[in-house]
């Protein structure tokens, strides 16, 4: 098991080591410990040492750090792992692209990694915090669609949809309960996949930006659930609250939203931007419950706000109401396990 815990307050380093001294230490710890075989251990140093350098100085003594850490010979090993190497290395022009996801989900993916970064891949899917909580969003949003009333005409959108591997976890399509599952993403070879694995009567393709549906020049309709998975952690909060008000305008009366963001307490935080440079905008559940906060907005919207079992991925979860003067709350249907 990887454990790294949450970023707190961090120990100072000891005696009079700098911060770039005292990491380069640890990661010749790490580094030593995975050539020695001993990968979980190893990966366990290196987090924690990375959780806590990047919690201990500003932003720009952590971008200097990062350099450190892509200097470091350690660097080149971890690139040896596949996910590490597909988020470094950007093939679709970003990281934590769909394919990155199919990888956490232990989905087939073509790669052909040394043993060393096998065991390193194998490491970080199956024991670190983040793989666990990106696997559980997955299954948290087929359950809520599983729990969707409305008979055989549901309407969904998922915004920047990705590959939607959820829909491989709903027994609503199946079931005839869903009139159409719309997938909008702006990256086409995640269109083009959602065709080859789903592409029916039921699912549906549109290509589109974040900017194209704020503008409105996307005419999508209204639907009984909108969500958004791994999107909010990309857009800064004026485009974020922008967003969701937009998403609010979709939904038909009765209509349930759900959107994610990876936390402010997400343990590998610093392995993701060292060494797969994969940045994201973190939240907690304040500022999530900041976003939901649009006085201009002139639906009334329950909300629930609420973090994973691992502290990782914090969602927002709501309806708009039937009537603006008889709301209901129902956002702890959409949460239950």
């Known amino acids: 098991m990887i454990s790294v ?7 100072s380093p000891p005696g009079t080591a700098t911060p770039r001294s005292y990491l380069v230490k640890l990661l010749d710890d790490a580094y030593d410990q995975l050539l020695q075989g001993d990968v979980v251990r190893g990966l366990e140093t290196l987090m924690a040492a990375l959780c806590e350098a990047r919690s201990s100085v500003h932003e720009g003594a952590w971008k200097e750090l990062v350099s ?29 692209d769909a394919v990155m996801l199919d990888m956490i989900y232990g989905l087939p993916h073509q790669s052909d990694p040394s043993d060393l970064g096998s065991s390193i891949f194998q490491a970080l899917v199956e024991h670190c915090n983040t793989s666990k909580a990106v696997r559980h969003r997955r299954s948290l949003i087929a359950g809520a669609v599983d729990r969707m009333p409305g008979g055989s005409q549901l309407r969904i959108l998922s915004i920047a949809s990705g590959h939607l591997r959820e829909s491989e976890l709903t027994n609503a399509i199946k079931d005839g309960a869903i009139k159409e599952w719309v997938c909008l993403d702006q990256d086409a070879d995640s269109l083009l996949e959602c065709v080859r694995a789903y592409g029916n009567q039921v699912i549906t393709t549109v290509s589109g930006s974040v900017r194209q549906v704020l503008s409105g020049k996307l005419s999508l309709g209204e639907f009984d659930f909108v969500y958004a998975a791994g999107l909010f952690d990309y857009l800064s909060t004026p485009v974020a609250r922008a967003l969701l008000a937009r998403m609010l305008t979709m939904l038909r009366p009765g209509g349930k939203f759900l959107v994610a963001n990876f936390t402010t307490t997400c343990a590998e935080a610093g392995y993701m931007e060292a060494f797969m440079d994969w940045w994201l905008i ?10 939901m906060d649009l006085p201009g907005s002139p639906l009334t919207v329950n909300v629930q706000v609420f973090t994973d079992p691992w502290k990782t991925i914090v969602y927002a979860v709501g309806e708009r109401s039937l009537h603006d003067t008889n709301s209901r709350m129902s956002g702890l249907a959409l949460c239950e396990a």
């Open 282 to 291: 973190y939240r907690d559940e304040l500022q999530m419950k900041a976003l």
């Open 68 to 96: 450190v850490c892509r200097q470091h010979p350690i660097c080149t090993v971890l690139h040896e792992d596949p996910l590490t190497n597909r988020s470094f290395a950007r093939p679709r022009g970003y990281a934590g």
């Open 5 to 11: 815990q949450p970023q707190t307050a961090p120990s």
